[in-house]
Structure formats: C-alpha cells, structure tokens
C-alpha cells in the first residue's frame, strides 16, 4: 500500500498564497503520477492539478490555472502544490492522490488514482 499525508493548510487572507506539501511512502513514489483534487462542503469533489510520474508534464483546472504550481521531488517523495492569488472560491479540503498505474501521465480523473490522503483544510477569508 501508499501512504499519503498532507500538510500546509490552513486560514489565508484573500491575495495570500500557501503550499501544500504530500508525502508519499509505501511504494515507489517516483513510477506514479499524483494530483491534487479538492472539495468544499455540499459540493463534489473536483480536480485541481496533476504531474506526471517523471515531474514533465502537468495540467491544471481552468479555475486554478495561473495561479496553482505542482511541482515533485521523487528524491524526497514529495509533490507541492504552491497556490498564489488566493480566492475565497478556493476554500476546500485539498486532497493529495497517488495514480494507480506505473509510468503514468498526468490525468484529471479521479478513476486514474488508487490512494488518497487524509487531506488538509485551506480557508480564505478576510
């Protein structure tokens, strides 16, 4: 099995910026493409943006594009997601997932993803 855990949430002023961090163990960290995915309260859970298992590509939802950076370090089993220009929209719990086949791409269905993390709270508000 794959662990995750993620860490770094927490309560933001509009404009501020915060970076997720998920660490991984349990299996090969560096074979596997990660995304995050998010959920706020009565509403479903959505994606936000993934790498592929080499770091060399990724994507971004339209909501979260400009302003969200993924980012890895297979050395470290770790992937970041660094979120500037902070919106009260982005309020959710931010969930860290680990793909499901070895050497994959980067993809925004949840199908593609085997594990997934406790997750961490981030608010923006004023």
């Known amino acids: 099995q794959v662990q995750l855990v993620e860490s770094g949430g927490g309560l933001v002023q509009p404009g501020g910026s915060l970076r997720l961090s998920c660490a991984a163990s349990?299996?090969?960290?560096?074979?596997?493409?990660m995304g995050w995915f998010r959920q706020a309260p009565g509403r479903e859970r959505e994606f936000v943006a993934t790498i592929s298992w080499s770091g060399g590509s990724t994507y971004y939802a339209d909501s979260v594009k400009g302003r969200f950076t993924i980012s890895r370090d297979n050395a470290k089993n770790t992937v970041w997601l660094q979120m500037n220009s902070l919106k009260p929209e982005d309020t959710a719990r931010y969930y860290c997932?680990?793909?499901?086949?070895?050497?994959?791409?980067?993809?925004?269905?949840?199908?593609?993803?085997?594990?997934w993390g406790q997750g961490t709270q981030v608010t923006v508000s004023s």
């Open positions: 349990g299996r090969t960290f560096s074979n596997y493409a």
């Open positions: 997932a680990a793909g499901a086949t070895a050497y994959g791409g980067a993809s925004s269905s949840e199908a593609r993803y085997a594990y």
